[in-house]
């Protein structure tokens, strides 16, 4: 399941982020990750989240962010949640891309994991196959 939280540059998408993150280690039954460029909430959350920085691996684009996002789901079956801060700022602003990547995080997570995303654009801004996964 892919979930969208949108908006322009300030608008309290990540604020949003670290507290759907903060919830779900209370609820989820089963292990949480938070990736993210650079370490700019890694201090905002729980400990008991698994805390990934795209910089470290060398992270750029969609495809290979794509394959890092399978890689760990197929390493770790007990992920059940995945929460991303800033994709645009970690892959780029092409919406279309975008947008194709989300068709195959969606048929690789199906029912079992969600992966939250945080997208600093404004809704009208984003492509059609993006759009299809707002809420």
Do not use: H, P
């Amino acid at each position: 399941m892919i979930k969208l939280i949108t908006g322009k540059k300030g608008t309290g998408k990540t604020k949003i982020l670290i507290d759907m993150i903060n919830d779900a280690v209370k609820s989820t039954n089963g292990s949480l990750v938070c990736i993210e460029k650079g370490e700019a909430i890694r201090r905002s959350i729980s400990y008991k989240v698994r805390w990934c920085d795209t910089e470290q691996f060398n992270i750029s684009g969609y495809d290979a962010f794509y394959g890092f996002l399978a890689g760990m789901l197929a390493g770790n079956y007990d992920i059940k949640e995945v929460f991303v801060d800033g994709i645009i700022k970690i892959c780029g602003r092409d919406f279309n891309e975008f947008g194709a990547m989300l068709e195959k995080v969606d048929k690789l997570t199906g029912d079992d994991t969600t992966v939250v995303f945080s997208v600093s654009a404004d809704n009208s801004e984003l492509s059609d196959n993006v759009k299809k996964f707002l809420d």
